[in-house]
């Protein structure tokens, strides 16, 4: 084995799973003074078919014995033939992940469920019904697929009949349970008495449901046309009123509606809305127009009337979503806010996607919701619907519980830690929809006592069970089982300081100040992830006490405090210039993408492109912001390419153009290529910004970069590099400079 | 509360008669001479009576003025009086039965033939003994002669032998030529009266009859068309107008269709319907006094040289606006009084400006929106298809104004079962959109734009959705409705369209699906004659009661085509269309093969129709007295305004006056009734109305200038109003005594003196008796549990909103001989009375009632006739199916089918036509509106009612 950030990566790739200590400190109180928890991030998805290798076997015996449980099993019938020689899979060590292919109980088709919008402008609203007609070519063929409108009203359309299109309306401003839903919809059939002896059939539910959820195969041509006549919300809208907006109750359809025909079936229901929800249940903000949305001024003000009516609502929603099955995609795409904040959860819990764009007509949206159809490389869709994530542990773990896009299901056991990291109390949850990329932070406990520490060699083993219906609707799990070595932290220390995987840890502990920055105030998060860091610098600094200058932290560390000083700066944690929809929209993606992303997301990457070299990857530094440089920015939402003072002047003055100069136009293409590759990738698709010195999108990497040089101390670093940024936020270098002073503090 | 009007205060009820005739069980010891018909007046009065069809005149009309009375007059020859013979009385009734006096132990008074009293020497003082005896027999012997005794009285019709005795040997009874008959004095008003030119320019004078065929021409009053009252004189004071206890009330029918080439006296001459000339200020909008808001009109009295004008109902002194002014004649009059319609007519029409309108905003064209039941038994009868396939037609029938090319009118199309469908229509759809609104709990409006639409434009989609609507439900199995939402639904649309509008709903059963308004079958017989009857005819719930408040808020007229097969509980269903001035049509086991052609043409003419929307009337009155009620298709939100949703030409309300001070005799009552309301083409008008009567310290001219249709009118709709909350019992007596009442009066203080015994009318209600037990007959009034409880309610809905010639019509029908026509002249023959008498086996008759239209057919009807109707040979081929005469080019054929044509004309109600052969079971049924005689039900014969209120007349003298 080579250096641990390779059987790191190697685990990542292997397993999906990420953790913050490769080696586990050996006891609960060691454990604690680590300050980083103890997790790990865990792609449930990655495709490979590996296997456990964590079981001992007897093979005379042909039982194994678990090592979680340490009871004795029987193999299966079809493992008879085993031996030491001939080992089935799950038995070879480099299989430590592998899925199992379950032929049981019958394949119902996906179902895709549009909830349309059509408050919209024309321009929107054509385009919208282009994406969604593109994206019926898109579907699985026999997927089933269905169609709610919403403006004032909310139309259920039936898609069966023949002639005359028939739709079921309902008005925007009540709100119907499930069972009034169904009544209303004529799915419910009156109650059969129960005849004894012979088993409850319902051969005729999905006759019933066809009428509102149709295979696409059957009515591509009908809902084509459907879709294509579609007008905007024909109610009159007055001057200086919003447009009513039933997105509510809309929502409450859908959910009542797959609730009523196909519960535990994978299924999405893809919410497209164009603006605030203005009336009945849900809405976020009245029909007058001077009245604002609320911002995070009004919610800290107590101002924001709606909001927790209506995230009451949505939630409830959410949490039945989530009980069926079924998840909630939110296609928001509206220059003003639409009320995400308020909707958020219906994505969150739901494992849906959340897309927040300014208009349908822009490649962002139509791009993005196509990507949602994607095939992966097998061919398959790139999309799991009902997981169920279990974990198990070794005796000496306790769980203490995940953030990502999840809902608990309240499984307790002995496994389960008592004190709550996200959401926790539970060894399962769900997660109802889930993409290769989805990606769950779960943290653990070392449960194990300081006087009763674990044998030199011994490991600690979590295991990770993913049931999920794959987009083929096959049943299938995927088993991922892991082990780490026990270090005694006092005589080990700096093994388990060197299998410190501070990319993972800088990940879980954001997700952490994101989950708390959801229910607490934005400084008190911000002081618990400094008082944090300042507690890991004390811990594993090598410094003498009260003398900042010779703080130094080891090379598996020394990137962690950049992390979150840039992490302090991020969206996720300051709301600061972000509209409380925006806050939403960050923070969803961020609990739910993996590693690599979640980085970006932190701490986005910059690269240069001058004449000096090849394309490099730069400091985010004001600094690195030259004249003669073209800057790309990845920020995960954003791409932006900036072409410095000269390079814009060339450009000005068509360089690029003369033969002779080609070289000028090369480059100027090399960062075009490079943001098209990410942009070619990205799910969602990032904005995409293009533009120059003094541009006023400029603003998109000046807000990102560390402000290193700022108009309050520019002249003091110089002239010759760099550009000030007009803020009074703390530079990195002020930052490191007072943990310095924190972490050798003897006070603290 | 409507126990207030002069009908009905209980107390005024006389307790007397009825422990009289009750226990006593003794007969009235005294002769019964019954003369009527008597008169005041004029040497000319003897010409008038001398019964000859020829003598022509209608100068009794001017006896009106209260100089020329003269006070009772010996009656010329032609002067009937009966006499009742004694004779044995008819066994006691059944005990169950409860009518009016029908104490078991009344004594009843055999029938005899009276006597022609033209061999009389003293005919109005003749009087003849009357005797009774013992109950318990048959009537068996008559006697003719001076000296006969009258069995006694019972009323109403206790007929011991049932059914079978009306087709029986009839019975002997009083000669019915010799009491008053309602044919005599229609042909008599024809006679004198018809095709004659009827000017309207004097205060008070009594119009034609309703039967009556003439021109009137409006000379300063309203035509009688639009206005006719109960007397033409009111008393002067409210002591003599409690003393008399004649109804002082006027029935309205704003938009009555009035005949072409009958107009005002200026201008215009329109080919066909004559439209009211309209009066246009303007933004200034109509003239109206100060005080009272009296729209400007004939009864205002121009002063001071025109620059002021008087209010002749309030006497206010208004200045006249500037661009109104005009210089007077030498006679006061203004000299423009010819040009201008306000000034001179009877009834005319003010453009209205916006203050007029909602919200101060013009209106839209109204909306009619078509709403279909399409549960299993209406796609299964083929109802629903034969009503979409009609709709292609009628829609280019929608009503339009004169002027314009085509219709405003938008309309909309529902179909419901236990849910709403609405349908989007707009024309540049391929195909028509379904919205189902299946939350019925709390129904709305699911789309604005391409609801209602203009049919012209959207003539393919709609043709494509009336098309398809049978086959989408032709595998239907839901068999349960709702009824409220379906009203509601309609009203919100219109309310969103923010326009006036008619419902047209075509429903088939008990609204039992869960729903607001849902409804159970409560439909028990042993409430009848009970204090709870009166429940049945209340709706079920109140639901339609507040929807009917909310459907007239919003202008939403509901016209209701029913047809059931059982109890739909039409006193609930129909009181949305009742209260919002719609129509109910009623189709019992709709056959579409028999029954189409009645409901098509209903459906055709109530589309037409011409109609006025989102109304509001208001009645001002000249000092002195003033509108207290108020009886109608109508809503009352306060004691004045009377609320219609819509009012169409057929629709009349009655209004009921009261005095609250003298009355002055020169100034006179002045009555002008304004309505409100929005054209249907959307223009916001109105229709003014006026009539002037006479008043009179006189009882006698208040008697001499009644009109007794009028009265029935008025009689029937407070009557049916009171089974509200009242007995049907008490109803009924009150009924009576009020009759008895009217006419002591009468013989009290205008009648020379005479012997109590006699039975003494005044000319004017010489048949008031005769309508009042039809009246009385009526299954509305008559609790039997063999008529069905939805029958009662649907009549009495309708006569609430009929005008008097519906009424008229409706309590006595009318029954034509066919047998011996003249097949050349065009004329309609002359009606004969409602009695089995007066059919023959050799005859056949035409009897119609504005409802129904039977074809009787006596066993020896003759061949050539039935040949010429039926193109069949002999009288057992006939078949009673048809609800139709084949088409046949014989004369008798084309004759029979114009005088059904002309009966049919103009009537609100599609008749249908039920051929009925004597002594066949269908006989029954016909012989119901033989209301002369005694009926199945129990009503009592025409003698025998006469007898009733004599005695209860004599009662009061006493």
Known sequence: MAT???????????????FSWNVWPCSRLEAARMVVPLGCLLTPLRERPDLPPAHQVDYRAKLWACNFCFQRNQFPPAYAGISEVNQPAELMPQFSTIEYIVQRGPQTPLIFLYVVDTCLDEEDLQALKESLQMSLSLLPVDALVGLITFGRMVQVHELSCEGISKSYVFRGTKDLTAKQIQDMLGLSRPAVPIQQGRPLQAPEQPVISSRFLQPVHKIDMNLTDLLGELQRDPWPVTQGKRPLRSTGVALSIAVGLLEGTFPNTGARIMLFTGGPPTQGPGMVVGDELKTPIRSWHDIEKDNARFMKKATKHYETLANRTAANGHCIDIYACALDQTGLLEMKCCANLTGGQMVMGDSFNTSLFKQTFQRVFNKGLSGEFRMAFGANLEVKTSRELKIAGAIGPCVSLNVKGPCVSENELGIGGTSQWKICGLDPSTTLAIYFEVVNQHNAPIPQGGRGAAQFVTQYQHS??????????????????????????????????????????????????????????????????????????????????????????QFMFHLRRSPFLQVFNNSPDESSYYRHHFVRQDLTQSLIMIQPILYAYSFHGPPEPVLLDSSSILPDRILLMDTFFQIVIYLGETIAQWQKAGYQDMPEYENFKHLLQAPLDDAQEILQTRFPMPRYVHTEHGGSQARFLLSKVNPSQTHNNLYAWGQESGAPILTDDVSLQVFMDHLKKLAVSSAA | MQMEGTLWPPKKRHPEPSQNRGRTGIAFPCYLLLIYSFNFTRADFTEEKSDSPGAVQ?????????????????????????????????????????????QSSLPSMARQDGIPGSGLPNPNLQQLPGQTTGPGCHPQQVNYGPQMAGSQLSYPGAFPGGPAQLSGPPQKKLDPDSIPSPIQVIENDKASRGGQIYATNTRGQVPPLVTTDCLIQDQGHASPRYIRCTTYCFPSSSDMAKQARIPLAAVIQPFAIVPQNECGIIFRVDPYETPLYVVNHGETGPIRCNRCKAYMCPFMQFIEGGRRYQCGFCNCINEVPPFFFQHLDHIGR?????????????????VATLDYCRDNKPPNPPAYIFMIDVSYRNIHSGLVK?????????????????????????????????????????????????????????????????FLVNFQESRSVVNNLLDQIPEMFADTNESETIFAPVIQAGMEALKAAECAGKLFIFHSSLPTAEAPGKLRNRDDKKLLNTDKEKTLFQPQVNTYESLARDCVANACCVNLFLFPNQYVDVASVGLVTMYTGGTLYKYNNFQPSSDSPQFLTDLRRDIEKKTGFDAIMRVRTSTGFRATDFFGAIYMNNTTDVEMAAVDCDKAVTVEFKHDDKLNEDSGALIQCAVLYT????????????????????????YKTCETDALINFFAKSAFKAILSQPLKAVREILVSQTAHMLACYRKNCASPSAVSQLILPDAMKVLPVYMNCLLKSCVLTGRPEIPTDERAYHRQLVMSMGVADTQLFF????????????????????????????????????????????WLGVSTPPELIQGLFNVPSFAHISTEA????????????????????????????????????????????????????SIHGGASYVDFLCCVHREICQLLN
Request: with cysteine.
């Open chain 1, 4 to 18: 641990y950030l390779e059987f790191i990566q190697q685990n990542e790739e292997r397993d999906g799973v990420r």
């Open chain 1, 472 to 561: 083929s609707t096959q049943k299938r799990i995927r088993v991922t089982t892991i082990a780490r070595n026990w270090a005694d932290a006092q005589s080990q220390l700096q093994h388990i300081e060197a299998a410190f995987d501070q990319e993972a840890a800088a990940v879980l502990m954001a997700r952490l100040g994101v989950f708390r920055a959801e229910s607490e105030e934005g400084p008190d998060v911000l002081r618990w992830l400094d008082r944090q860091l300042i507690r890991l610098c004390q811990k594993f600094g090598q410094y003498n006490k009260d003398d900042p200058n010779s703080f130094r932290l080891s090379e598996s560390f020394s990137l962690y405090p």
């Open chain 2, 58 to 102: 209608s100068s009794h009309m001017s006896s009106g003025h209260p100089a020329s009375f003269q006070g009772p007059q010996p009656l010329p020859l032609t002067q009937h009086q009966m006499a009742l013979p004694p004779g044995p009385q008819i066994p006691p009734p059944p005990s169950n039965f409860s009518g009016l006096c029908a």
């Open chain 2, 334 to 350: 203004r000299v423009d009084h010819y040009e201008r319609p306000e000034l001179s007519l009877g009834s005319y029409e003010y």
């Open chain 2, 386 to 450: 034969l009503i979409c396939n009609e709709l292609k037609t009628l829609l280019d029938k929608l009503p339009r104004e004169e002027q314009e090319e085509s219709s405003a009118v938008r309309v909309g199309f529902v179909t419901y079962n236990k849910v709403l469908h609405f349908f989007n229509v707009k024309s540049n759809l391929a195909q028509p959109q379904m919205m189902v609104v299946s939350d019925v709990g709390e129904v709305f409006v699911p789309l604005l734009d391409g």
């Open chain 2, 679 to 702: 054209s249907v083409s959307g223009q916001r008008r109105l229709r003014i109305h006026n009539i002037g009567l006479n008043c009179s310290t006189q009882l006698a001219d208040v």
């Open chain 2, 812 to 855: 006595y029908p009318q029954l034509l001989p066919i047998h011996n026509l003249d097949l050349k002249s065009d004329a309609v023959p002359a009606a004969v009375r409602c009695s089995e008498e007066r059919l023959s086996e050799g005859g056949a008759f035409i009897l119609a009632n504005g409802l129904s239209m039977f074809l």
């Open chain 2, 883 to 934: 609800t139709l005469l084949p088409d046949l080019t014989n004369p008798y054929s084309k004759k029979i089918k114009s005088i059904m044509e002309h009966i049919q004309n103009q009537k609100p109600y599609t008749m249908k036509l039920m051929i009925v052969k004597q002594r066949e079971q269908p006989e029954m049924l016909f012989r119901q509106f033989l209301v002369e005689d005694k």
